[in-house]
C-alpha cells in the first residue's frame, strides 16, 4: 500500500520523504521495547509468570489436595482398661422392680443409722442384712393382721386379701416352731411380731443392696437376680454348693480378697459361670472383657505386679502394664494407633514438609498463591472499575461533580483502614461466615477503600489532557463525546493505570498476607500464603521448624518484588523523558 | 468533492460576499479562587469586538500576548461560549443553534492550532487522526475513504504510507501539515488559523504559509489568521485587524494597515517589525510598561497608560469607532472631531 502510486499526487520536491524509514513502531510497541530492554523488569515479568505457574498450575500437578491431611500408623502405649475398688452399694433391682434414687438415699440413711425399715414416699421399705455390705430390700404387703388382747386373739385379713383356714393353720405351726416364715401355695408370708400385733404379710423382693460386682464368663449369660442373691447369700455362709432356678452351682470362695468363682454343675462337669469381686474392671473403649482378663488383672493387683501378660484372641502373649493411684488401676498396653503427619520435615514425599495440620506445605503454598494471586486482581479490578468511572467523570466533566467526587475521595481516605479490618473480620468471626464467602467478602472489602488513589489519579490526568488542544481539536471536529473520551482520552490515561495498578498488586497481596496472619483474612481451612505464616506465632514452630514459615515469606517477598519490578519498569518503559 | 463545490458556488451565489460577520462580541472570563468563594471579578478577554470577513479572504489578528486574540478565534467557533455579542457565520448565528446543529456546522468552521506537539493525540495514528472526523460525519461514502484521505495528505505535502505512523515520528512542520490535513479533510469553509506558524523555524514557517495560500486557491479556502508576526500576516492577510487588551483598536485592508497605520499602538507595532538590514536606521516608537491586566483595564481608552500621544480625554472617555477611510476603521480620540 506504501508504494501504490505514491507520487500521484504531489511533486516529489513538495515531499517530506523518508519511506526508507520502513519500520513503524505503534506507541505501546516501543513501550514494550523499551520495557525489555529494562532487566530489572525482564527479571519481574520472569517471577510474576513463574509464581501463576506455581500456583495455577502447580495445584493442578500435585497429588495432593489442598486440605488432604497426612496420617500415619505408630505403636503407642494407651490405657486399655481401668481397675477400682469398689466402695458404693451398688443394687440388683429383681425383675419388674423399680428402686427410685430417692429411696437409695433413705436406704443409705437407714444402713448407717443401723434401722431395719424406712419410708420413702408413702412406701415401706424393710432392709433385711443378709452379711457383710450384703442387704435385701423387701416390701411387705399385710395379708392379715393378729391383735392379741386379754389372751384372746383375733385375725383380721387385710382388704381385699383372704386368710384360708389353711393358712392359719400353718401360721399357728409356724409359731409353734418358731419359725418366722411359712409357705403357702408357692408364696412366703412372714409372721411380723410388732408388740401385741402380729402381722402376717406378702414380701416382695426389691433389690439386693452389696458392694459385690459380677460379671459372666459369657457374653451370652445373663446374671438374674437369683442368682445373685443365691451367690453372694452362698458367699457370706461359705456353702459350696447352691441350687437356684433349677441349676446346680459350685462356688470357689477366696476369702482373703472377698472374691470368688461360680461353676455350674451341668451332667457332671464345672462349667465357667460367673466371677465376684468388690473390683470393678472396665474397659476404655466399649470393648468386652473376657473373664479371664478380669481375673488375670485381680490376680496381678493381688499379687502387687506392675505388669502381667495375657494372651489376645489370637494366641499372642501381649504385655500389660499395672499403673496404680490410689484405689485405681490403669492398665495400658501397646497399640498401633493412627497418628497425623505433624511438622514433618522435608522429604521426598513432602518436599516442603507438612505443616501443624499434617497437610503438605508445598501443596498448599500452591493453592495459597492462587487465593492471593486471585485476590490481588479482583481486587485490583474492583479498583480499577469504580476509580476510572469515578475520577474519570470528576475529570472530564469537573466543577461541581469533581468536587462531590473528591471530597468523597477524601473521606475515603479518612477511613483507618486496618481497625475497620479488625471489626469487620471479627463481625465475620461472630457471624460465623463460611471461609468462602469470606474470601469474597475480603476481596470487595479490599477493593473498596483502595479505589481513591485511582481515581485521584485518573481524575488528575483527565483534568489535564481535557485542555490539551487534541481535545480541543476533537470538539471543533464535532466528534462525539463517546468517541472523545474512550477513543483520546482513555489511551492517554492507561500507561499511568497500568503502573499503579501493577504497583497496588504487590501492596494488596501484602495487605491480604497480613490480614491473614492476623487471623482477619482468609481462613482455613483456605490456604494463603498469609495465614501460613500463621504458624510462627507459636515460638516453638517459628524456632524449629523453619520449612513451615520460611517458605511463604520467601513467596511473599519474591511476588511483590516481582510486582513492583515490573511497575518500575513499566513507569521507565512509558516515560517519554527516557532514552529508547 | 465536486458536488460539495457546486453547493459552495450556489451559497455564494444566494449569500452576501461576506462568511462570517462578528458584532460586538465579548468574552468574560470569571475569576473565582475555589468553589465556595463568590465571584472576584472578570477577566475581559475580549470586550467588544467587531469585524466581517469576506469569502475566500484572509483576515489577520495581531496583537501582544494575552490581547484576547486565541479567544477570538475560538468563540467564533464555539469552542468557548460567549459573554455578549454575535457571531454570523454564513447569515447564522452560531450561538443560536443547538447542539446537534452545531456538529454538523463543525464541519464547515476548523481550527488549526499554535503548538503541533500538544495538538495531535500521541496514541492515535495519523490516518486515524485524520480520517476520524471524516467517518463520523460521513463526509464521503465508505468505499472512496482511503482514496479521500490519500488526496488530502498528498494536498498537505504528506506521503501515504504516514497514515500507519503515530505523532511522535513526525518534525514539527510535518505535525503542522498533519493539523492542517486534519482541518481539511471534513471540507470546511473556513479555518481559523490559530498562530499556525508561531513554534515553527523560519524555514519551515515559509512552507506552511505558502501550503496555506495554495489550498486557500485551491479550495476557496476563508481564513481568520490570527499571529503576533507582522510580516507573516502581511504576508498572507486581505484584511488586519489589530487587537489591544480585548478591543480591535485598528481594523482594515493590509495595505490601509500597513502604509498609513492610524493608532498609535499600531504605529508602535509597526515600528518594531525588525528589518534586515543593519544600514537602516530604525525610528522605534518604544511602549513603556507592560500590557495592562484585563482583569483590571484602565478606564477610558484601554492604550493610555502607554500612548505617546495621550490626551486628558483618553483617560475618561471610551473612543468610539471611527471609519476614516473606506474600510478603514480606528478606535481612537485622535480622530475624533
Redesign the interface.
Given at each position: 500500500?506504501?508504494?501504490?502510486d505514491?507520487n500521484?499526487?504531489?511533486s516529489t520536491s513538495?515531499?517530506?520523504?523518508d519511506?526508507q524509514r520502513v519500520k513503524?513502531?505503534?506507541?505501546g510497541m516501543l513501550v514494550a521495547k523499551r520495557f525489555f530492554r529494562n532487566r530489572l523488569a525482564v527479571a519481574g515479568i520472569i517471577i510474576l509468570i513463574s509464581m501463576f505457574l506455581f500456583s495455577f498450575v502447580g495445584g493442578l500437578l500435585t497429588p495432593y489436595d489442598e486440605t488432604q491431611v497426612f496420617k500415619f500408623y505408630d505403636i503407642i502405649e494407651k490405657d486399655y482398661a481401668g481397675a477400682a475398688v469398689n466402695t458404693e452399694f451398688q443394687y440388683y433391682e429383681a425383675e419388674g422392680e423399680t428402686f427410685p434414687a430417692v429411696a437409695k438415699a433413705q436406704l443409705i440413711l437407714a444402713i448407717n443409722n443401723g434401722e431395719d425399715s424406712f419410708v420413702s414416699k408413702d412406701v415401706n421399705y424393710s432392709l433385711i442384712n443378709e452379711g457383710k455390705d450384703f442387704y435385701r430390700i423387701v416390701q411387705y404387703q399385710e395379708v392379715a393382721r393378729i391383735v392379741t388382747k386379754k389372751g384372746i386373739s383375733k385375725l383380721t385379713p387385710a382388704e381385699g386379701e383372704t386368710f384360708t383356714s389353711e393358712m392359719e393353720s400353718l401360721y399357728l405351726k409356724a409359731v409353734e416352731e418358731g419359725q418366722d416364715t411359712f409357705e403357702y401355695d408357692g408364696t412366703v408370708y412372714h409372721i411380723l411380731q410388732n408388740g401385741s400385733t402380729t402381722v402376717i404379710a406378702k414380701a416382695k423382693e426389691i433389690s439386693i443392696v452389696s458392694k459385690m460386682m459380677f460379671s459372666a464368663y459369657s457374653q451370652d449369660t445373663v446374671i438374674d437376680y437369683n442368682f445373685r442373691y443365691a451367690a453372694e447369700k452362698a458367699m457370706n455362709t461359705g456353702e459350696s454348693r447352691f441350687e437356684v432356678n433349677g441349676s446346680e452351682y459350685e462356688m470357689d470362695l477366696d476369702v482373703e480378697d472377698n472374691s470368688a468363682v461360680f461353676y455350674l454343675l451341668k451332667d457332671g462337669q464345672k462349667i465357667e459361670y460367673a466371677l465376684a469381686s468388690n473390683m470393678s474392671i472396665n474397659a476404655v473403649d466399649k470393648d468386652f472383657l473376657s473373664i479371664e482378663f478380669k481375673a488375670a488383672v485381680l490376680n496381678a493387683i493381688d499379687n502387687g505386679d506392675t505388669s502381667f501378660v495375657f494372651p489376645d484372641k489370637d494366641g499372642t502373649e501381649v504385655e500389660y502394664r499395672l499403673v496404680r493411684k490410689n484405689n485405681q488401676y490403669t492398665i495400658r498396653k501397646y497399640t498401633e494407633t493412627e497418628l497425623i503427619n505433624v511438622y514433618e520435615s522435608p522429604s521426598k514425599k513432602h518436599l516442603l514438609g507438612t505443616d501443624g495440620n499434617g497437610m503438605d506445605i508445598l501443596t498448599r503454598l500452591m493453592y495459597g498463591g492462587r487465593i492471593s494471586l486471585m485476590i490481588g486482581f479482583l481486587v485490583v479490578i474492583i479498583e480499577l472499575i469504580i476509580g476510572v468511572i469515578l475520577g474519570g467523570v470528576a475529570g472530564y466533566f469537573g466543577g461541581?461533580v469533581d468536587?462531590l467526587i473528591m471530597r468523597f475521595v477524601d473521606i475515603i481516605y479518612c477511613i483507618p483502614s486496618l481497625p475497620l479490618y479488625i471489626i469487620i473480620g471479627s463481625v465475620m468471626d461472630f457471624l460465623r461466615i463460611d471461609p468462602k464467602i469470606r474470601i469474597f467478602i475480603l476481596m470487595i472489602i479490599l477493593g473498596l477503600l483502595g479505589w481513591p488513589s485511582i481515581a485521584r489519579m485518573v481524575r488528575g490526568q483527565i483534568l489535564s489532557l481535557r485542555e490539551?488542544?487534541?481535545m480541543?481539536?476533537?470538539?471543533?471536529?464535532?466528534?462525539?463525546v463517546r468517541?472523545r473520551i474512550f477513543?483520546?482520552l482513555v489511551?492517554?490515561v492507561?500507561p499511568q493505570l497500568t503502573v499503579i495498578a501493577t504497583m497496588d498488586l504487590g501492596s494488596i497481596i501484602l495487605t491480604e498476607a497480613t490480614l491473614s496472619f492476623f487471623g482477619l483474612g482468609v481462613k482455613f481451612p483456605y490456604a494463603s500464603w498469609g495465614n501460613i505464616i500463621n504458624a510462627v506465632n507459636n515460638i516453638y514452630v517459628m524456632t524449629n521448624y523453619w520449612f513451615v514459615w520460611i517458605p511463604a515469606g520467601l513467596l511473599i517477598l519474591i511476588t511483590v518484588l516481582g510486582f513492583n519490578f515490573v511497575g518500575d519498569g513499566l513507569r521507565d518503559a512509558f516515560d517519554?523523558k527516557m532514552k529508547r | 468533492m465536486e458536488d460539495k463545490n457546486k453547493v459552495n458556488q450556489v451559497s455564494e451565489d444566494s449569500q452576501s460576499d461576506y462568511i462570517l460577520e462578528v458584532r460586538d462580541l465579548k468574552k468574560y472570563f470569571p475569576i473565582k479562587t475555589n468553589v465556595f468563594a463568590k465571584q472576584k471579578g472578570e477577566v475581559k478577554a475580549v470586550d467588544g469586538v467587531s469585524f466581517k470577513i469576506k469569502r475566500g479572504t484572509t483576515m489577520g489578528l495581531v496583537g501582544e500576548s494575552g490581547c484576547g486574540k486565541s479567544t477570538v478565534g475560538r468563540t467564533i467557533l464555539r469552542l468557548i461560549e460567549k459573554t455578549d455579542g454575535e457571531v454570523l457565520f454564513n447569515g447564522k448565528d452560531i450561538f443560536d443553534i443547538n447542539k446537534k446543529d452545531l456538529r454538523k456546522l463543525r464541519t464547515d468552521m476548523q481550527i488549526i492550532f499554535q503548538d503541533p506537539y500538544s495538538s495531535l493525540s500521541p496514541r492515535l495514528p495519523i490516518g486515524e487522526i485524520i480520517g476520524e472526523a471524516v467517518r463520523e460525519h460521513n463526509i464521503v461514502p465508505p468505499e472512496e475513504y482511503e482514496d479521500y484521505i490519500d488526496d488530502i495528505m498528498a494536498a498537505c505535502g504528506l506521503q501515504p504510507y504516514h497514515k500507519d505512523r503515530y505523532p511522535h515520528e513526525f518534525s514539527g512542520g510535518q505535525r503542522q501539515r498533519i493539523c492542517i490535513a486534519r482541518a481539511l479533510a471534513v471540507n470546511p469553509q473556513f479555518i481559523v488559523c490559530d498562530e499556525p506558524v508561531s513554534a515553527l523555524d523560519v524555514s519551515i514557517q515559509a512552507q506552511i504559509i505558502n501550503l496555506l495560500s495554495d489550498l486557500q486557491k485551491s479550495r476557496n479556502l476563508t481564513y481568520l489568521f490570527i499571529s503576533h508576526d507582522l510580516s507573516v500576516v502581511e504576508h498572507i492577510s486581505d484584511t488586519v485587524g489589530v487587537m489591544y487588551l480585548g478591543n480591535l483598536v485598528e481594523y482594515g485592508k493590509k495595505e490601509d494597515i500597513f502604509r498609513n497605520p492610524a493608532h498609535p499602538y499600531t504605529q508602535a507595532l509597526l515600528s518594531a517589525v525588525p528589518v534586515p538590514d543593519p544600514d537602516v536606521k530604525m525610528n522605534r516608537i518604544i511602549l513603556e510598561g507592560s500590557i495592562p491586566s484585563p482583569a483590571n483595564p484602565p478606564s477610558g481608552c484601554k492604550f493610555h497608560t502607554r500612548c505617546s500621544k495621550c490626551m486628558e480625554c483618553c483617560r475618561t472617555q471610551v473612543p468610539e469607532v471611527k471609519e476614516i477611510e473606506e474600510g478603514h476603521f480606528v478606535q481612537c480620540h485622535l480622530y475624533n472631531d
Open positions: 500500500m506504501a508504494n501504490k505514491k500521484r499526487h504531489i513538495t515531499a517530506l520523504d519511506e513503524v513502531l505503534s506507541p461541581w468536587n490539551q488542544e487534541f480541543t481539536a476533537t470538539e471543533a471536529l464535532g466528534i462525539s468517541r477513543k483520546h489511551p492517554n492507561i517519554p | -
